[in-house]
């Protein structure tokens, strides 16, 4: 975006709109990760409290005492991710290109269901995968239940958790993918076939590469908050489906240790920005702002 | 690739390009309609379960057709308080967020100043923090406040600055939007006919961004009403609908859960529906 055409103010008008809502995301939202850094290295017990004493043991036994749990939350967010791109793709891109006037409506039909709350969304889910539900009838007449269940269950298994996950969050990644769809120049495609480009070729030279953006931004949208997420393992797995926002949870308002809730808060938000860092690396750190 | 080979495949499609024209032309469809499908399954057992008549404390299978739980949907004890909890936390938040998230608009498109990056980059992380790491930051914020002297008890205030915090980004990013694609010379008319800053402001500017704030308060509303594990950190013995149905999952869940949640479902819809159709209108008359 050109900057030429901004008035040049020399006063102090954007500050003055800047400040209040500036300094209420400093005060709230900066500020704090700086606590949360601080008691991350505090140590003690909640009978006699908690002092700084630059205890980076915390990390230590935070990745030494979870790593199964890190594991699994991004192995379960990527497989999540993956699937939500692979299942929402076709539909955004037929929304895109074959909706018409009924785009906005169908937009708002993939909007719609995420107005239910979360929480009693995925106690939904809860039934849908119960033992004596459709999927779970389906999927054993599919004699499929043995490789996606366990002793003929869905519910409180991996699958159940990565379902929930998946479903939970497929706005995030069908909105940007239909936004960089939608923008799309369709002469361009028009130019590859008249060039002689196969329909298929079309697509992969052509309307795919165009709709990265979308690819980049769906996907971190969706990943992001599925690594955190501690709601589906809590109400569709058991315990050993637990991620690591599972054990945050318990260690910050259970066991009100918050020293090891807070190293594992920090060591979650590393892994996820080396993981953003290599995947900008992989398709273009210019695709990541658009 | 020889054109040879191209001037082929232009006279005489392939049977690969066929069957992927094919493809676009129906099995895309019927997949989308599939997917459509799959998006309401999990709202229909949601409804179909509001009218349920369970036997036990859980609401998981079907045992006859009721109008109780919609005539009695307060029925259960803490329900009532907590939806009133969360639409007030609801209403308040989306107001201070998109006041304060529509001036950051302004500024970020309206004006060339130093910081820019830093604003938009501290604008731009709050949306890529895991909600458990906003949520336990804060709360850690609150904890520590007692040591200075600034005693921050876990409540409705809590709660209400947590909303705010995670909503403002939100609003920023929907005006902004509208902002952008703005056309400044119907400013720059009002002020060539006299109106100072101010009046533009109020005349021509508000009116034509009303929309976009429309749109971010509705957004905010409905991400305030629907947060869980921010407010979870930051309630303290304060009970929001989704915390009272985190705590009902656990023990039973009252089929009133399914009623209200219905309730919202269907307002939210009507009202985006309503938006739709205006917007259908002023497409035709525009």
């Known amino acids: 975006m050109g900057l030429g055409f901004l008035h040049r103010h020399r006063g102090s008008t954007p ?50 005492g979870y790593g199964t749990q890190f594991k699994r939350s991004f192995v379960y967010a990527g497989i999540a991710t993956a699937i939500a791109l692979l299942v929402s793709y076709p539909v955004a891109y037929w929304i895109a290109f074959r909706g018409g006037r009924w785009k906005n409506l169908l937009l708002l039909c993939i909007v719609a269901p995420f107005f239910v709350t979360y929480l009693i969304r995925t106690l939904a889910w809860q039934t849908i995968l119960s033992d004596n539900g459709l999927v779970v009838r389906t999927l054993g007449s599919l004699h499929l239940l043995g490789v996606l269940g366990q002793d003929g269950h869905i519910l409180a298994t991996g699958t159940a958790v990565v379902a929930g996950i998946t479903y939970n969050f497929l706005p995030f990644m069908a909105l940007p993918l239909y936004v960089s769809l939608e ?46 997420d501690f709601i589906n393992a809590q109400l569709l797995g058991s315990t050993t489906n637990h991620m690591i926002g599972n054990v945050i949870n318990s260690k910050y308002n259970e066991l009100i240790d918050y020293p090891a809730a807070a190293a594992m808060s920090f060591i979650l938000m590393a892994i996820i920005l080396a993981l953003v860092l290599i995947y900008a690396r992989a398709v273009g750190s210019e695709k990541l702002t658009g | 690739m020889t054109s040879i080979a191209a001037e082929g495949r232009r006279t005489r499609p392939n049977a690969l390009s066929r069957a992927w024209a094919f493809v676009l032309r129906h099995v895309l469809t019927v997949y989308s309609l599939l997917f459509f499908l799959y998006l309401m399954l999990p709202i229909a057992v949601v409804i179909v379960f509001s009218f349920n008549h369970p036997a036990g404390r859980f609401n998981y299978t079907w045992r006859g057709f009721t109008w ?106 929907t005006v902004k939007a509208r902002l952008i694609g703005f056309d400044r010379h119907l400013e720059e008319a009002a002020m060539d006919l006299g109106a100072n800053e101010w009046t ?43 915390i009272f149905v985190w705590g009902a999952a656990r023990v039973a869940t009252p089929p009133q859960i399914n009623v209200i949640g219905t309730a919202i479902f269907g307002i939210a819809v009507t009202l985006m529906l309503v938006n739709v159709f205006i917007q259908n209108r002023r497409a035709k008359q525009g």
């Open chain 1, 15 to 64: 500050y003055l709109l800047l400040a209040p809502g500036m300094l209420f995301l400093v005060v709230f939202f900066l500020v704090p990760l700086g606590f949360l850094a601080y008691q991350s290295l505090e140590s003690g017990s909640i009978d006699f409290g908690y002092a700084f004493t630059w205890a980076w043991d915390n990390y230590s036994s935070a990745i030494s």
């Open chain 2, 200 to 242: 533009t402001f109020v005349k021509v500017t508000l009116p034509l961004i009303a929309p976009a704030i429309l749109a971010a308060l509705l957004l905010c509303f409905a991400i305030s009403v629907d947060d869980f594990v921010v407010t979870y950190f930051n309630a303290g013995n304060q009970v929001t609908f989704p």
């Open chain 2, 68 to 173: 109780d739980n919609w005539l009695n949907w307060n029925a259960v004890p803490g329900i009532q308080s907590a939806i009133t909890l969360s639409l007030e936390i609801a209403l308040f938040a989306s107001i201070v967020a998109t006041a304060l998230g529509t001036l950051i608009a302004l500024a970020l498109v309206r004006y060339g100043f130093r910081g820019r990056g830093t604003t938009n980059l501290i604008i731009f992380l709050p949306l890529s923090t895991p909600e458990i790491v906003l949520g336990a930051s804060l709360a850690t914020l609150f904890l520590h406040s007692a040591s200075y002297g600034l005693s921050i008890p876990f409540g409705f205030w809590t709660i209400l600055i947590a909303h705010i915090m995670f909503c403002i980004s939100f609003a920023v990013v």
């Open chain 1, 183 to 228: 923008q799309i120049d369709h002469t361009l495609i028009e130019a590859a076939e008249d060039l002689y480009a196969s329909k298929l070729t079309a697509f992969f030279r052509v309307t795919f590469p165009l709709s990265l953006p979308g690819v980049v931004a769906g996907t971190l949208l969706t990943f992001i908050p599925a690594a955190g």
